[in-house]
């Protein structure tokens, strides 16, 4: 009798044990831009704050319940429309909505570095909320890494990120030696210059491709409006035209009207290729990775 | 009436000298790396290739638009001030300018493209701000009141911007194209842009010209307007309907451009007294001037990178607006 409650206890104590460690296994502690998050378990209600964390849950297969309008639009990014779905809306990158947020019941929130910490205590209170640390200067991969950590996929982010080192690799063999490209952002009043230190600048550079002189100096994400004299500041080898409204070539027909435009050295060399600004210019991440690497292939080598 | 300061011939003479010098500075000057002796080489059929663009390309159609503007601005505020004596009325300040604004936002809004098109609805959207503002003047004490006509006007034109930034917004556009609408540059506007709105230019100030004796006349007061023939309503009206022409081509051509209404005819008045005859003449030669000196300064202030000249003009006519409102007596006109 005494030996076997012993042995009850025993194995009940075994059980909890092992119990235990299972869960102290999934509970894990972040270190967040505002302080260190802890959660436990895979999240099944997530909400992406910002196009680069939607990219993240969606390109390590994890379909949040609600996300942001994309910046300069009122939808989910174009890039990302198909794998999220029917997503809800909760809110523009400036202006989260809190209601809608609250009524997804999300369990966790991940949410892009520029974040406001006001915005973050409010958020924490309605689910444990993670924003990366660093800025959009940071380097995406740790960006990358930190939501993979909240959504309980390190290993999948480092299959991701490998994955996208080995294609820059391969790629880099191909390109051609030297080349020099700006990613210029074009408005009537002139265009600004994208600085190199972003995701796309990132990414470039592991390809070898030099940076435009200015995209290098600016210590913003941009830079000013250009004036119209200093446009040969933006030109390069090749010209990246971002653009934000859906119809590039409508955007590139408007430069063109412009003759400083046309007299841009890639202009005229037929090398301006008229990019999506949703990636090029404000998103970061795996998905995003592959496309602008699919642009720079085409462009470059096609 | 103030009696003039300095013999008419004068002013004209100097206003015309320093247009000229500011004409020139204005095709040597500039955010970009060809300075001013590249620039005047260039000039002077010398110079490289990229010399010359930049001097009369960008340069060259940055200075017929800013003469364009200038005398468009400075004409359609000492017009809108003589048809509502009130020495503070300006285009910019009574939402004739926002007006026109919203109005090619609108069209932009619905699919129209810019360019001709633009001209027609801004003179139109300006039509609307005058009409706007000939019924203030009628209401009582607050037509009567320069101040309040203004504040009005400021309430006015707060509204329309407001639904001008929401129009564009809802647009997708970028932020730019929404600052365009909402505070005016010379830079970047296409080239053929001088080419079109010059009619609308020709057209206003065609019109004012049988206007300028009754308006005089109506300086006067209305019962002595009338007593000398003239009809002071018809008179208002007409006016107003050159002061949208000529405030909705500036517009068209360069977005709103704030405080040249107001500081144009200041300073007209200031040099030659406050007959309409005599001011206008000035005015004409003075616009170009002030718009010239801001454009050249947005250039000078952040180089490499520019300021809308609408933000420069803002920062000379905001001080003389409180100037012109502390002075103890407001001019009657």
């Given at each position: 009798m005494s030996q076997r409650r012993s042995l009850l206890r025993y194995s009940l104590l075994a059980i909890s044990l092992l119990f235990s460690t299972l869960l102290h296994a999934a509970e894990r502690t972040l270190e967040g831009a505002y302080g260190p998050v802890t959660l436990e378990g895979a999240p099944q209600r997530v909400v992406a704050l910002g196009d680069n964390a939607l990219d993240a849950a969606l390109s390590l297969e994890v379909q949040p319940v609600g996300t942001l309008a994309s910046r300069g639009g009122d939808d989910v990014p174009e890039y990302l429309a198909a794998k999220a779905g029917d997503i809800a809306l909760v809110g523009t990158v400036r202006e989260p909505n809190l209601e809608a947020i609250l009524m997804l019941q999300?369990?966790?929130i991940?949410?892009?570095?520029?974040?406001?910490?006001?915005?973050y205590d409010k958020l924490s209170l309605i689910a444990p909320t993670v924003v990366p640390e660093g800025s959009s200067f940071q380097d995406w991969r740790r960006i990358y890494r930190t939501y993979a950590q909240a959504l309980g996929k390190p290993d999948l982010a480092d299959r991701r990120i490998a994955e996208i080192d080995a294609r820059v690799a391969e790629l880099r063999q191909r390109l051609p030696d030297g080349q020099q490209v700006s990613v210029v952002r074009w408005n009537p009043q002139g265009p600004f210059v994208m600085s190199s230190q972003l995701f796309v600048g990132q990414l470039l550079d592991a390809l070898g491709l030099k940076p435009n002189e200015l995209a290098t100096q600016t210590k913003r994400p941009h830079t000013d409006i250009l004036s119209l004299e200093n446009l040969?500041?933006?030109?390069?080898?090749?010209?990246?035209?971002?653009?934000?409204n859906p119809d590039g070539e409508k955007a590139l027909e408007a430069a063109r009207q412009q003759p400083a435009f046309t007299r841009l050295g890639a202009v005229k060399n037929d090398r301006v290729v008229s990019v999506?600004?949703?990636i090029w210019s404000s998103s970061s991440g795996?998905?995003?990775?592959?496309?602008?690497?699919d642009d720079v292939e085409q462009a470059l080598l096609d | 009436m103030t009696a003039a300061r300095l013999p008419l011939p004068t002013v004209l003479l100097s206003a015309g000298?320093?247009?000229?010098?500011?004409c020139l500075a204005s095709l040597l000057l500039g955010a970009g790396d060809v300075g001013i002796g590249p620039s005047l080489a260039a000039l002077f059929g010398g110079g490289d290739d990229d010399a010359r663009f930049v001097v009369f390309e960008l340069r060259g159609l940055r200075t017929e638009l800013a003469v364009l503007v200038g005398v468009a601005l400075g004409a359609g505020g000492l017009l809108l001030q003589a048809a509502t004596r009130n020495p503070l009325a300006e285009p910019g300040l009574l939402g004739v300018s926002a007006g026109a604004s919203f109005a090619v936002v609108v069209a932009i809004s619905l699919g129209a493209s810019a360019g001709t098109l633009s001209l027609a609805v801004a003179v139109l959207g300006a039509m609307v701000g005058c009409v706007l503002v000939l019924l203030v003047t009628q209401l009582r004490g607050v037509g009567d009141d320069p101040v309040r006509l203004v504040l009005a006007g400021a309430a006015f034109t707060g509204l329309l911007t407001a639904l001008s930034s929401l129009l564009l917004l809802q647009d997708q556009r970028t932020a730019d194209e929404v600052r365009f609408w909402v505070i005016g540059a010379l830079a970047g506007r296409s080239p053929d842009t001088v080419s079109w709105s010059l009619p609308g230019?020709?057209?206003?100030?065609?019109?004012?010209?049988?206007?300028?004796?009754?308006?005089?006349?109506?300086t006067l007061g209305e019962r002595v307007a009338s007593g000398l023939g003239h009809h002071p309503q018809l008179t208002r009206l007409a006016t107003l309907l050159a002061v949208a022409l000529l405030v909705g081509t500036a517009t068209a051509a360069a977005g709103p451009i704030g405080f040249v209404g107001l500081v144009v005819p200041f300073l007209a008045r200031r040099l030659v007294g406050s007959d309409v005859r005599r001011g206008l003449g000035v005015a004409i030669l003075l616009g170009p001037c002030v718009v010239l000196a801001a454009d050249i300064l947005s250039r000078l202030l952040v180089r490499p990178y520019e300021l809308p000249v609408g933000v420069v003009t803002a920062f000379v006519g905001a001080p003389i607006l409180i100037a012109v409102v502390r002075s103890h007596r407001l001019p009657s006109l």
């Open positions: 999300p369990d966790l991940i949410a892009s570095t520029e974040l406001p910490r006001a915005l040969a500041k933006a030109d390069a080898d090749w010209i990246f035209l971002a653009t934000l999506d600004g949703q795996y998905l995003a990775a592959q496309q602008v690497l | 000298l320093l247009l000229s010098v500011l230019l020709i057209l206003g100030l065609l019109v004012v010209l049988p206007l300028v004796r009754p308006l005089a006349a109506l």
